[in-house]
């Protein structure tokens, strides 16, 4: 095992897929000379060039657009939307023709397109360069969705989302970019839509995505002093979800609470507490309890930001309320 | 290089067999035969024969919503486009796209589009791809006059200009948006005078003349193919029919039309072919007759095709 941070983790990835397979290019706002907003393509430009790690102008729909075009025409495009909230500027060129186009053109079309982008409160950047959307893309058929939370699972999840044919999303988070992890030296991939039990446990089942993963495990360590157990699944793929591992173990613990940084409402851990309620009721022994953010934007203030992030407290709380 | 006379001939029957194709449609989607709505080319077709008479198999097209004169002009086959407008299991996407879809990877041709504007950066990307594989070809993007007022429009010329990209963006200027007449929803007359803002060659054709439409977009295509970047060809054309099938048309006068009409693209390529002595009347008939023989067995190709089976609902939405 390497001790590698989440943000090496992510270029070691584009690095071995952009050496194994040359039709893999990179192309995104200030992603080449300066190495990418939070630098996870530093260096990539020394060893592939301008021709495959390519600055854009401020284009987003052209950036989109174009890898959808590039995917279509035989190249495995990677390009950078620098922070998801700025993927509204481009739903187009992802939702109405990245996502179709295989299906409407009758199974004949292939468009390998891996996006990369940014989600996640924490850092003081306020309601435009803060939000968690995943919900979003897990509502469009014909896109995958990938949420790592940890380096190992970064790099092996982001190199089978290249090496995919179809058009993925791969939001990191940006709180998530220092830390450090043991990642397994060369090469490998995760399948997309397998889940990971990151914490083994009996009482209750917490799953939680990205940043929030980390919170969760730490409210389990706390939980664990108290004599409860809390067994945390990370799904890192939202599209295709994991449901199995997630209601297998709700099987075994009888409860459930999801945790997510997106606002609770129309979010994702609603699609896994309908999911859980339509198909395992019967294991349930007490009422599924959803964490997320308020219904509001992700505000500047340092107080306003830290009461809008779920935190340890919140899970605690959570899974106390059910036993 | 001049074209030979099959060449022209083959352009002209491309053309007829567009308008055959068209005029069926208008016909069966009157009777209630087809879902959906479509929007039909007729008036335009010296606009897609001209430019894709200049490409090779290597080549792409993205194309409008209106974009059944593209494909057939690509060389698409009418019965499957004939099916898939159908809705049957034969056509071009086993039916899953319709009218506003149709395409084939394969034959170069990235789809009829549903979102005005889409294809413009789609088909940036494919020129991307042949600079990228070196592979010697060019994309074009056809798209109408209100296309040019999206950001898509914007990004993609811009984008293209600067990667030096071979493509070759085809305004179809028919002079509407919809219901909207082009001065009133720009303020400009020319289309082309926006490549100024990109850097890039701008030039303004008769849409309705085959050969100054072929010419132009030759010229763009050499460009494209020898590195030199995208060329923005505007071609002032007019479309017959309205917006769509049943548009009553209320914003537009007959007098208009019928001015129009009368310089049809194709009387036009024929009046030049006979002047020309390339042909005679005679020749020119056969030619019709055989494309009307076509269309009615595309028409046959698509009646006794079958509907695709409930099970194909599921189906295609990603790769295995």
Known sequence: MLEMTYSQAINAALREEMRRDGTVYILGEDVGVFGGCFGVTVGLIDEFGAQRVMDTPISETAIMGSAVGAAAAGLRPVPEIMFVDFMAVCLDEFFNQAAKMRYMFGGKARVPVTLRTVCGAGVGAAAQHSQSLEAWFTHMPGVKVVMP???????????????????VIFIEHKVLYGLSGPVPEGEYTIPLGKADIKRPGGDVTVVATSMMLHKALAAAQTLAGEGI??????????????????????AKTGRLVVVHEAVKTGGFGGEIAAIVAEEGFDYLDAPIKRVGAPFTPVPFSPPLEAAYIPDENKIIAAVKELL | MALTKEEMMEMYQRMLLIREFEDSVANVFSQGQIPGFVHLYVGE????????????????????????????????????????????????????????????????????????????????????????????????????????NRATFHEALN???????????VCENNMYGISMSQERHQNITDVADRATAYGIPGLTVDGNDLMAVYEASSEAVKRA????????????????????????????????????????????????????????????????????????????????????????????????
Request: one cysteine or more; aromatic letters at 6%.
């Open chain 1, 149 to 167: 939370s940890t380096p190992a699972d970064a790099k092996g999840l982001l190199a089978a989302s290249i090496r995919d044919d179809n058009p």
């Open chain 2, 45 to 148: 077709e010296a606009v897609a024969v001209g430019v894709c008479s200049n490409l090779s198999d290597q080549d792409y097209i993205a194309s409008t919503h209106r974009g059944h004169g593209h494909g057939i002009a690509r060389g698409a086959s009418v019965d499957k486009m004939m099916a898939e407008i159908f809705g049957k299991i034969d056509g071009y996407c086993k039916g899953k796209g319709g009218s506003m879809h149709i395409a084939d990877v394969e034959l170069g041709f990235l789809g009829a589009n549903g979102i005005v504007g889409a294809g413009l950066p789609l088909a940036a990307g494919a020129a991307f791809a042949n600079k990228y594989l070196n592979n010697n070809g060019v994309a074009v993007c056809f798209f109408g006059d209100a296309a040019s």
């Open chain 2, 225 to 320: 193919r020898a590195g030199e970047g995208p060329t923005l060809i505007e071609c002032k054309t007019y479309r017959h029919r309205g917006h769509f099938e049943g548009d009553a048309c209320v914003y537009r006068s007959e007098d208009e039309l019928n001015q129009w009409k009368k310089k049809c693209p194709i009387k036009r390529f024929a009046a030049r072919l006979l002047e020309m002595g390339l042909a005679g009347q005679d020749e020119l008939d056969k030619i019709n007759e055989q494309v009307k023989e076509q269309i009615k067995s595309a028409l046959e190709f698509a009646r006794q095709s079958p509907l695709p089976d409930i099970t194909e609902l599921t189906k295609d939405v990603y790769c295995d």
């Open chain 1, 229 to 250: 157990e809390a067994e945390v699944i990370d799904p890192r793929t939202l599209s295709p979800l994991d449901k199995d591992t997630i209601l297998e173990s709700v």
């Open chain 2, 159 to 169: 984008l293209s200009s600067i990667w030096k990209l071979p493509v070759v963006f």
